[in-house]
């Protein structure tokens, strides 16, 4: 099982450096054109290889660490900790919100919402949509939201991978001058 496991890992990570290989990527975390065609080699290398993209990442990791949650609020409350976890922000104040319409519905059954009272769980998914439009956010946007994930990815990405390049390049420099044997020169006027 093991071996079989190994051989998996390395038949993607063969595909994955194959791409690489054969594309140009440009280190310009401040072009979006660089940026664009770097999450697009890096949409590629996800589909080719099989591995998950961050949402399909993020999602996984909700499934995996809610499974067995019987009630909404402690649900709502590891939702937050694997935001947190994976450096996800709440710009909006979407989690507040969220747990304010589960009080809301909680007062209405007078008792704690369980996720499987499907009753409470549908009042529970009005109010959500009731924030969603406040916010401005529509499910068909799905997408659109998952694709500017993916560029602000990219572009972490690359920054990080021109700070590593700089400093690769620097410590190269400072060898280069190390072994280059001292001379005297003489200077005359």
Known sequence: MLKGIFLEVKKKFETALGILQKEKITIDPDDPAAVSEYAR??????????????????????????????????YLLALK???????????QGAE???MDAL?????????PLMR?????????MTEFDKINQKLGIRREDLPKYEEQLEFK?????????KKDALEAMDTQKKRYIFLIPHTSLAVTA
Not at 153 to 161: F, G, H, R, V
């Open 41 to 74: 080699v890096m949409k590629t290398v996800r589909q080719k290889a099989d591995l998950f993209s961050e949402s399909q990442r993020i999602k996984y990791t909700i499934e995996s660490r809610t499974q067995g949650i019987p009630d909404a609020r402690s």
């Open 96 to 98: 507040a919100m969220m």
């Open 116 to 124: 499987n009272d499907k009753k409470g769980m549908a009042l529970l």
């Open 103 to 111: 009080e809301k519905v909680e007062q209405e059954l007078k008792k």
């Open 153 to 161: 990815i990219a572009k972490a990405q690359l920054e990080e991978l």
């Open 81 to 91: 900790e694997i935001r947190i976890k994976r450096g996800l922000t709440d710009e």
